[in-house]
């Protein structure tokens, strides 16, 4: 249509500009966004919009306090199964799926099939879910923790 901007599948610096935007502060308005991308409210909210459907931007979520929510430990997690079928990797998604303390779950290359980011409220919340959980899981052969000590970057929204 004329006058309507449509996503195309070509980024150009505006919508990256807006992206990183967002990205920044999911909640800011559309007007100080437009201003922060040299645009008018209007033709912001256009390209916003036409991001959103062609699935480039799929949703907004809050940012959490770890000390707010209870969080005290995060771990990243390597797990190899030990069966390489879609079956064992089925399986293992679906009680991944149902344990809160897997905020990541990413299906990898490499030496192992699984990357996990775990959140706990402690070390012996972690362990539970590390003996009592996690390694009761017959499709589980090998599993892998790096306790996070700091996070100096992490722009996850």
Known sequence: MPGR???TGAMDSIDQH???ALTRDG????????????LSPSACLRRVTALERAGVITGYRAVLSPDKTGVGFVAYVTVGLNQHTKAAQEAFERAIAQSPEVREC??????VEYLLRIEAADLAAYKHFHTEVLGTLPQVNAITSYVVMGSPKDERA
Do not use: P
Not at 29 to 37: G, P
Not at 106 to 111: E, K
């Open 18 to 20: 807006i992206l990183r």
């Open 106 to 111: 990413h299906n990898i290359t490499g030496a």
């Open 27 to 38: 909640r800011i308005s559309n007007l100080a966004l437009a201003e922060a991308v040299g």
């Open 5 to 7: 901007a449509q996503y």
